[in-house]
Each structure stands twice: as structure tokens, then as C-alpha cells.
């Protein structure tokens, strides 16, 4: 499989369809989408990035990273419908983020979404204390991991 990726903006249709996607799974999961964690009207291209993963010109994975403080970006709305792509998109969204200066990202999952949770420990993140609105919600798991030592 050869996966290309493309960086774009929140408003891209292809990362449109992928979101419609991700709320429906979590909303069966969680009985909630998780779109008021994320504004795409406050993306700022100079620190924030969004990506799209293709195989053969169909959109199958996507993710963003957003400023959270000096050197550290916070992942969200992560998304695959392909084996494969999750750790491709999550590569290119790591060496996108160091470019734009980040050393380490963040972010915060729910405990329920076994899937997500065995992802990120396997691609070398950590249980962090959490951050931001996560602090004192029981039902969410947040991660860290340094992106550059």
C-alpha cells in the first residue's frame, strides 16, 4: 500500500467526509461526537496543521494538530477507515508539527475507545496528567509524547 498525504485546511471536503465519519463511530462508541473540542474557524495555518491521508486518490485518514503552548501541539479529531493509515497520517502529522517548532504533543482520548488508547501506546505515548478541559473528567485519558529530545 502506498499512502500519500496532503496538508490542507479543516475545510477541506475530503477532511469534511473523513469528520462525518469520525463523529458517527464515536457517537455509536460514546454517544457523543466530539466536535465542541474542536473549532475549525480558529485554525491558524502558521501554527496549526491539518493532513489527509490518500490511498489511490481516496481520502482515508485524517488529523490535526493545534497550537497549545510554546512548544507543545495538542492532536485532534485523529481518524482512519484503512489498516494502515492511522500510523502513517499520525508519522506525518508528528514531523509537520516538529517543523513547525513543537517538541512535544499532547493529547486526550476517551477510556471507553480501547482502539485509540492501544494506538497511542503503541506509537511511544504516555499517560499524562490531564490538561485544559480533561482535568477532573474520569471518562477521558490524556497522553504525551516528546516529538524531538
Known sequence: ??????????????????????????????????????????????KDGCIIVYLNDTAVACGVFRYHESEVCELKRMY??????GSYLLKQLECLAIEKGYRKAILSTRRVNSKAVNFYCRH?????????RYVGVDRSI????????
Open 124 to 132: 511511544s505515548y504516555s499517560e499524562s496528567r490531564a490538561y485544559g
Open 142 to 149: 490524556c497522553f504525551s509524547k516528546m516529538l524531538v529530545t
Open 80 to 85: 482512519s477507515n484503512k489498516a494502515g493509515a
Open 1 to 46: 500500500m502506498e499512502f500519500e498525504y496532503k496538508k490542507v485546511e479543516p475545510n477541506h471536503r475530503d477532511f469534511q467526509s473523513l469528520i462525518a465519519e469520525l463523529n458517527l463511530s464515536l457517537r455509536q462508541m460514546t454517544n457523543d461526537t466530539g466536535e465542541s473540542s474542536f473549532v475549525s474557524d480558529a485554525f491558524d495555518p502558521s
